[in-house]
């Protein structure tokens, strides 16, 4: 079975760029969430759906943030316009209501300049 | 105040011998969950344990097991005949239930990176 999939894996940008990642729950998982990783700051979360429904954007940092869930299958995450202190890792992950963990898709490392 | 508290921010063990990684909570919910993950160099989040507040039993799953005790809201995690591969760093957890307004996400600690020595 695949896994959560997220892409790019890798981005570098300059600052001012519009940065968009992207994030493919695994089949069934009703919901999914938005991480950030930095050395400083650890494991943050940013937002979290309930069937395609945003629940607590509460961690988003500001309003160049957005995050989208049109769809079961698809998620995104929005950077405009991007500034080098977003430079992290974001992991999207899904899960099935109550039970269990957090499945953790690979990460996109950005690197904003 | 500390949702998640790991105190180590790195420990080292001898190859096949066992280590305790220390974690504490703070909740006021009664209905919570514990978790611990495993972030190797090459990055990914890898799930090792969960532990429901209401479990009788401390969970177990192969060499990981999960010391919990809830009057003193600790939740350590146990790693026997540590391996070279355990080198990695390891997050504490939580995922509160409704009540608290929780809605499930996952708070997690700030981690403790092992390094397993041959």
């Known amino acids: 079975d695949a896994g959560v999939i997220q892409s790019p894996r890798h981005e570098v940008t300059e600052m001012g760029q519009e940065v968009t990642l992207r994030c493919k729950p695994i089949?069934?998982?009703?919901?999914l969430f938005w991480y950030r990783q930095t050395m400083m700051r650890g494991l943050e979360l940013l937002i979290y759906?309930?069937?395609?429904?945003?629940?607590?954007d509460s961690g988003m940092p500001e309003d160049r943030f957005s995050a989208k869930m049109p769809n079961a299958s698809f998620s995104t995450l929005k950077i405009q316009p991007s500034e080098p202190r977003d430079s992290a890792v974001y992991f999207c992950?899904?899960?099935?209501?109550?039970?269990?963990?957090?499945?953790f898709g690979e990460g996109s490392r950005l690197t904003v300049l | 105040a500390q949702k998640i508290t790991q105190t180590q921010p790195g420990m080292f063990v001898q190859e096949k011998e066992a280590v305790t990684l220390d974690c504490t909570y703070d909740?006021?919910?009664?209905?919570?969950?514990l978790f611990w993950y495993k972030q190797p160099s090459s990055g990914e989040m890898i799930f090792l344990i969960y532990?429901?507040?209401?479990?009788?039993q401390n969970a177990t799953e192969g060499r990981y097991s999960l010391n919990f005790q809830k009057a003193r809201k600790s939740a350590n995690l146990v790693i026997s005949a540590s391996q070279l591969g355990d080198s990695a760093m390891y997050f504490c957890?939580?995922?509160?239930?409704?009540?608290?307004?929780?809605?499930?996400?996952?708070?997690f600690g700030a981690g403790t990176r092992l390094a397993v020595h041959p």
């Open positions: 532990q429901g507040s209401y479990d009788q």
């Open positions: 089949s069934g998982h009703d919901y």
């Open positions: 957890a939580m995922r509160e239930a409704m009540f608290s307004g929780g809605y499930n996400k996952l708070i």
């Open positions: 909740t006021s919910d009664p209905s919570y969950g």
């Open positions: 992950a899904s899960s099935l209501r109550n039970t269990g963990e957090l499945f």
């Open positions: 759906f309930n069937n395609n429904v945003p629940i607590d």
